[in-house]
Structures are given as structure tokens and as C-alpha cells.
């Protein structure tokens, strides 16, 4: 079974500081990572996904991720934010030839962006 | 552009009554899913379609139950709403059955008094 964890679930951030949002998660086989977004009363949306090849993944809106094995992390980062960037944020796992019913959310990390 | 329509967006039910939540997407997608979303506990996978006329349970099926007769439409059914599905739910579809990308719609809200 797979599992991911994002440890904060509030992440307060002063406008254009960089900010990171923290996942680790737990698989007995290699993995696909996911990043999605839900800003405010609407779905969720991707960000970003890491599949295979080069472990620094770039997304939309300037974020981007590091795929880190020995770790297993994937945290999401963003040098300078901005207050478009209030949402809560997603990480999901799922693995090579897993359905996307298998796809395995966290409880998510709410960024307050703070003018 | 319309994407993934959910419909209704919001509704208040009484404990023991029915309804239906309707999904819609224009993406010509095979794969449809329902989600919950619960305060803390991240989205649960409720059933979920891999085509037209077929249905697959998910994390919590219980007291729900679904129905994929045409591609494009998913449907959510409470038969017998209790408080405890009290939620928001999402409809996603996705084009392929392993990429791990899903189209969200943007949720309904409900509240079982």
C-alpha cells in the first residue's frame, strides 16, 4: 500500500518570500508524484507530477518539486509567492501500471499568503 | 470549455432522503471518479467508471451507488442521506487510466440535517 504525508497543514507566507510545502510518502515500489492545487470553492487543478527522469520537476505559476528517493520526499517550492497563490495544496501518489484509482491523496496544506 | 460540470452545487438534504448528483464532461474521457472531501482527510475515492456502462467501487462506496450509461455523464446517488455524508464532492475524469492527471469539477456541497 502507498501513503503520503504532508505534515503542515497551515503554511502562512509573507508576499514575495519563498515558501516550501512538505510530502513525504511511504511505497513498496517505485512511484509517480503528483502536486495539485484547489484554489478557493473550486476543484482541484495539477501543478505538477513527477513520473521518471530528472528528479526537479517545474509546474505552473513557478512552482516546482524535488523528487528525492533516499528521503522520500517530494516538497513543493516556490521562490517568491504571490497573494494568487492562496490555495490549498495537494500531494498525491500513485505508481508505474496503478490505475488512477489507486491515486492516494494527502490531507492537504493550506498556503495563506500574507500581504 | 467547459471542462467537468457538476450539478447541483449546492443542497440541503433531511436525514432519509434521496438525491442525485450529476457529473458531465466534454472531454471525451473514458475514466470518471467521485470523490469526498472531508476537513483533514484529504479527497476518498467514492466509485469510479472506466467506460460507458461500467462501475467500480472505491475507498468508501457505502450508501452510495453510481451509474455510467452515457460516456459523458456520471451519477452520484444517496439513496438514504445520513449526517455522516455531509460533505463536498468532486467529479474528476481523466483521458487515460494511469496517467495520475485528473479533470476536477469544481464540487458540490452537501449538508445532511
Known amino acids: 500500500a502507498q501513503s503520503v504525508t504532508q505534515l503542515d497543514s497551515q503554511v502562512p507566507v509573507f508576499e514575495e518570500a519563498p515558501v516550501e510545502l512538505r510530502c513525504n510518502y511511504s511505497s513498496s515500489v517505485s512511484v509517480y508524484l503528483f502536486w495539485y492545487v484547489q484554489y478557493p470553492n473550486q476543484g482541484l487543478q495539477l501543478l505538477l507530477k513527477?513520473?521518471?527522469?530528472?528528479?526537479l520537476v517545474k509546474g505552473i505559476n513557478g512552482f516546482e518539486a524535488e523528487f528525492n528517493k533516499s528521503q522520500t520526499s517530494f516538497h513543493l517550492r516556490k521562490p517568491s509567492v504571490h497573494i494568487s497563490d492562496t490555495a490549498e495544496y495537494f500531494c498525491a501518489v500513485s505508481a508505474p501500471n496503478f490505475g488512477n484509482e489507486k491515486l492516494t491523496f494527502g490531507t492537504g496544506t493550506r498556503l495563506t499568503i500574507i500581504p | 470549455n467547459a471542462g467537468v460540470t457538476q450539478t447541483p452545487k449546492f443542497r440541503v438534504l433531511k436525514t432519509g432522503q434521496s438525491m442525485t448528483l450529476l457529473c458531465a464532461q466534454d472531454?471525451?474521457?473514458?475514466?470518471m471518479y467521485w470523490y469526498r472531501q472531508d476537513p483533514g482527510m484529504g479527497l476518498r475515492l467514492i466509485h469510479y467508471s472506466v467506460g460507458e456502462g461500467t462501475t467500480a467501487k472505491g475507498e468508501v462506496p457505502d450508501g452510495y451507488n453510481v451509474s455510467r450509461l452515457k460516456k459523458q455523464n456520471f451519477l452520484l446517488g444517496l439513496e438514504s442521506a445520513a449526517p455522516s455524508q455531509t460533505s463536498v464532492y468532486f467529479c474528476?475524469?481523466?483521458?487515460?487510466?494511469?496517467?495520475?492527471?485528473?479533470?476536477f469539477g469544481e464540487g458540490s456541497r452537501l449538508t445532511v440535517l
Open positions: 474528476a475524469s481523466s483521458y487515460s487510466a494511469f496517467s495520475g492527471e485528473l479533470f
Open positions: 472531454m471525451n474521457h473514458e475514466y
Open positions: 513527477y513520473l521518471s527522469g530528472s528528479t
